[in-house]
């Protein structure tokens, strides 16, 4: 038997480990929320934006959040601890499902450790078995019961092996394809409404900007010999915010560091072409109909290592759905600024390109859910279907209805 009967609500379980998640969780229970008039429950584990949705996290979302292996090994004990912890109290609380986001390091252990518990076991986020360590798409196959991909080429690689998974979307559609006010943002900075504007990306992490900020600043120079009156918008994030101002601040021209997602939508809105890290930000940019160039560096070792373990021709995610370069990339030895600021140019002075690249980014980000139903709401109705489907066939004696559908789902 599981925790509901025939009037009570569904419970899930929900687990998500950082950030990202628990942004994804957060838009995932909304949507619960709407598709079933507010007949649902929630437990388990999350941060501020999973609360806020109405979840009462079993201990802070923060014991989880730590990132590579020098990192973790001092915080191991604890996030042991918190996996047993986690695992208890889902077997505790005999859910109608349990649903884990992204984390896979975290998430996917939990999972293993479900077997048995008798409700659906779902990931969000497919881990991506594309690039690397392929064989972890059937060990996971045998202890979940349902992916949730971000990704449209994902699921034939996870079915073959016998594990339903659906794409969903990429979440980043429900955001940066929005529309922005680029006037209001110039107006707000001070930035001319016919100065040619740069967005400069240079990543989140303190080594990102340490490796790259440089590289970005003799770009930026190289452009401004081309591009009299450019000015720089460079959004960021609080952590290296600082940082970020204090080396931008003798640039040769005008810099506007911004923080914020509204302004860093906005100011991609205002931008004509862009510079960026590698990460989710080319698919903020595609969806945003910005052209970009893609640049990254690590050290040697890294890059030695990367070249053998990754199995992917581009780095990109619009590059890699759409299989070919839409987005320039510039990568190790190739990120210099004279690279840069050649593969720059033709976006911005070619407008046959710049229409081509422009094309090229919308079929993107169709590919990636855009233009459709929001990806958290596909995820939200299959989580309910597979709650719906398991109560049919197992120990659950409700139905869930949509109210969206009128119907089962």
């Known amino acids: 038997m599981t925790g509901t009967t025939e009037t009570a609500a569904p419970l899930i379980f929900l687990i998500a480990g950082e950030p990202s998640g628990d942004q994804l969780g957060a838009r995932l229970m909304a949507e619960l929320k709407a598709e079933t008039q507010g007949r649902v429950r929630f437990a388990g584990v999350g941060g501020e934006r999973m609360q806020a949705e109405g979840l009462q996290s079993l201990f802070p979302m923060s014991d989880l ?19 047993r912890q986690t ?5 505790a609380a005999r859910p109608d499902a349990v649903v884990t986001i992204d984390s896979p390091s975290f998430s996917l ?9 008798g409700c659906p076991r779902i990931h969000y986020v497919a881990p991506q078995v594309w690039a690397w360590k392929p064989w972890r798409a059937r060990t996971m196959a045998g202890y979940l019961d349902h992916l949730l991909a971000l990704l449209p080429f994902e699921p034939p690689i996870f079915e073959q092996h016998g594990l339903a998974t659906s794409f969903v979307g990429h979440p980043v559609v429900e955001t940066a394809g929005r529309t922005f006010d680029a006037d209001g943002f110039r107006r707000a900075h001070t930035i001319p ?10 990543g989140s992490r ?21 591009l009299p009156d450019l000015h720089v918008v460079l959004p960021t994030v609080a952590g290296v915010a600082r940082r970020v101002r204090r ?4 640039w040769p021209v005008p810099v506007t560091v911004v923080t914020g997602a509204e302004n860093r ?33 690590v050290n040697r070792v890294t890059a030695f290592l990367a070249r053998r373990l990754i199995r992917v021709r581009y780095v990109s ?13 510039m990568l190790q030895q190739d990120c210099t600024p004279g690279k840069l600021a050649d593969a720059l140019q033709p976006l911005l002075d070619d407008t046959e390109r710049r229409a081509a690249y422009v094309s090229a980014c919308q079929e993107a980000a169709r590919a990636l859910g855009a233009f459709g139903e929001p990806p958290s709401r596909k995820a939200a109705r299959i989580v309910l279907r597979e709650v719906g489907e398991h109560g049919q066939g197992g120990d659950h004696h409700n139905q869930i209805r949509s109210p969206a559908s009128g119907a089962g789902v």
């Open 109 to 117: 252990r939990v999972m293993r450790k479900l077997a048995g518990i």
């Open 87 to 91: 695992v208890a109290a889902a077997r």
């Open 317 to 329: 995610l619009p590059n890699l759905v759409m299989d070919r370069a839409i987005q320039p990339e």
């Open 193 to 202: 409404q016919q100065a040619p504007v740069i967005c400069l990306l240079p």
């Open 265 to 297: 939508y906005a100011a991609f809105a205002a931008a004509h072409a862009a510079i960026a890290a590698s990460g989710t930000v080319a698919v903020e940019l595609a969806v945003a109909q910005v052209p970009a160039v893609i640049a990254y560096r």
């Open 247 to 250: 080396a931008t601040r003798a």
């Open 206 to 226: 303190k080594s990102e900007v340490k490796r790259l900020l440089p590289v970005f600043e003799e770009t930026v120079v190289r452009l401004a010999d081309r």
């Open 65 to 83: 959040s730590v990132m590579g292996l020098a990192e973790v090994l001092p915080h191991l004990a604890k996030i042991l601890r918190r996996m």
